[in-house]
């Protein structure tokens, strides 16, 4: 096993165990404490995170949060009622916006996202929609190193797959597992690290 996957929790000057993973990075540590695995429920707000998580693919994601109010200028405050309506003037304005990552590509995908998400919060509410993949709940894997946690689950290949088929793109079960982490649908925060128990009781609190 490398060094890497070896490692558990980590005490930082604070006092506090983390998970190894933000460094020392003050942005990162922050996402860490106040983001990162905490259970999301709102529509809005799982949009935008899945869709930063498709402009993630190939970067790293500290990337994508040193840019992310830049995004969320760039894109309406991720409104898909309003993406869903870009026209290509829009789209050529959003890929000369150096705030943000420019690939055509994925900003023409997450105008095609919007309108699925539209689609689906029409049916059932996009909440829903995905929290269902999880019964309403979130898994906990009680992970105690590094080397414990999994880039994708079969769980994330069939939500990956529902996605393609209803028009989204860039969402990948790599991907979808990525998010899933972020929006706490898995709780993957080492067990040894604060934020654990934290997000253990806000998944208890919501059930």
Not at 104 to 123: D, G, P
Not at 156 to 178: E, Q
Request: proline share 5%; net charge positive.
């Amino acid at each position: 096993m490398n060094e890497r996957a070896a490692r558990t929790h980590v005490i930082y000057p604070d006092g506090r165990a983390r998970c190894p993973w933000p460094g020392d990075d003050p942005l990162y540590l922050t996402y860490h404490d106040t983001d990162w695995g905490v259970p999301e429920w709102d529509d809005r707000a799982l949009f935008e995170k899945l869709i930063l998580d498709g402009f993630q693919a190939g970067l790293s994601w500290i990337t994508i949060l040193r840019k992310r109010e830049n995004f969320r200028a760039a894109f309406d405050g991720f409104q898909p009622e309003k993406i869903a309506r870009y026209t290509p003037r829009k789209i050529e304005k959003l890929m000369g916006d150096a705030g943000i990552v420019r690939n055509r590509a994925k900003i023409e995908s997450t105008v095609i996202s919007a309108r699925s998400w539209l689609a689906i919060q029409e049916q059932q509410g996009f909440s829903n929609y995905l929290w269902n993949f999880f019964d309403g709940a979130p898994i906990q894997n009680n992970l105690r190193k590094m080397g414990d946690m999994q880039t994708q689950s079969p769980l994330t290949v069939t939500i990956s797959k529902d996605l393609k088929k209803r028009g989204f793109n860039f969402c990948g079960p790599t991907i979808i597992y990525a998010f899933a982490q972020a929006v706490g649908m898995f709780n993957d925060h080492l067990v040894g690290c604060h934020c654990h128990a934290k997000c253990l009781k806000l998944a208890k609190r919501k059930k």
